[in-house]
Structures are given as C-alpha cells and as structure tokens.
C-alpha cells in the first residue's frame, strides 16, 4: 500500500527556514504532486505543485520564498521554505495534485511565532 510520511516540520522565528520532505513508499504513479497545507480553523489549501515534467508553481503569498522539488533517487518531494511567515503555520502535507489522491499523511507541523 502506498504511503506518504511528511517531516521535517518545527517551530522558527519569522524570517526562519525549514525544509520539508515527503518519502513516498510504495509504488507512486509518475503524476503531478503537490504540498498542501492546513490552518487551525481553516480549509486544507494547496501551496506548491510540481509537475511530471517538472515545472513547478505556487500560490501567490509563497513565490519567492518556497521552492519545491523532487528527488527521483529516494523518492521523496521536499519544500524549502525561507523567509517564513506567521502565516505560514499550519500542518504540511504532500499528496498527488489532482484528484483521485492517496489517504493523507499525518503531515508535519509548521509553527512560525516570535
């Protein structure tokens, strides 16, 4: 069964950075995938995606300050995040782009507070 385990989540000033990474077990179908995110009180929203070719794209209040990759040789899907904001915090998680999707991970927890 397909697996995906988000870390690498903590809490950091703003103005911090943290790099995220999803280690995707099983076999993963060569689709677009994405990290997304989930506010307390908020609907889950996506963040980056990147697509079977590589290219990549973000919601607004992230360019510039996240970058998404993947690397083929561990199978995982990292984000660098720098320059981060209160209002980055929320649970992390990776998953295909589009729907149907895999069962969600228990994401990484983002905290950005002075």
């Known amino acids: 069964q397909m697996q995906l385990v988000e870390s690498g989540g903590g809490s950091v000033q703003p103005g911090g950075s943290l790099t995220l990474s999803c280690t995707m077990s099983?076999?993963?179908?060569?689709?677009?995938m994405g990290w997304f995110r989930q506010a307390p009180g908020k609907q889950r929203e996506w963040v980056a995606a990147?697509?079977?070719?590589?290219?990549?794209n973000y919601i607004d209040n992230v360019k510039g300050r996240f970058t998404i990759s993947r690397d083929s040789a561990t199978n995982s899907l990292n984000l660098q995040m720098n320059s981060l904001k209160p209002e980055d915090t929320a649970v992390y998680y990776c998953?295909?782009?589009?729907?149907?999707?895999?069962?969600w991970g228990q994401g990484t927890q983002v905290t950005v507070s002075s």
């Open positions: 099983g076999s993963i179908s060569f689709k677009a």
């Open positions: 998953n295909y782009f589009d729907p149907p999707r895999l069962s």
């Open positions: 990147m697509t079977r070719g590589g290219s990549t």
